[in-house]
Nanobody, 124 residues
Framework: QLQLVESGGGLVQAGGSLRLSCAVS????????MGWFRQAPGREREFVAT????????RYADSVKGRFTIARDNAKDMVYLQMNSLKSEDTAVYYC?????????????????WGQGTQVTVSS
């Protein structure tokens, strides 16, 4: 079992930046690929970014490519999402997720463990 706890959400103006953090506890963190997803009001949860076990492979949703960066620190059991040039359409609850196995995936069904989410609100 893994436990995931997100932090770092908040209110920010359009064009600003936030860094989300996800603290992971439980079994071997480095065995898991990690992902970030988000859910805006009235919409389905969607993929944002994913990173493989050693951080050398990443993938992003087209809507955030070039603005968001996913990273992980296996020594600290942490995964991060640096969000720059934020837009109002980035407003959502952001979820950290862990997937058994090292390879990256971008479909929600592939992920086995989820955090409780952290709210990001971007004002225009």
């Amino acid at each position: 079992q893994l436990q995931l706890v997100e932090s770092g959400g908040g209110l920010v103006q359009a064009g600003g930046s936030l860094r989300l953090s996800c603290a992971v506890s439980g079994r071997r963190f480095s065995s898991y690929a990690m992902g970030w997803f988000r859910q805006a009001p009235g919409r389905e949860r969607e993929f944002v970014a994913t990173i493989n076990w050693n951080g050398r492979s990443t993938r992003y949703a087209d809507s955030v490519k070039g603005r968001f960066t996913i990273a992980r620190d296996n020594a600290k059991d942490m995964v991060y999402l640096q969000m720059n040039s934020l837009k109002s359409e980035d407003t959502a609850v952001y979820y950290c997720a862990a997937k058994i196995g090292a390879a990256i995936r971008w479909d929600e069904a592939s992920y086995d463990y989820w955090g409780q989410g952290t709210q990001v609100t971007v004002s225009s």
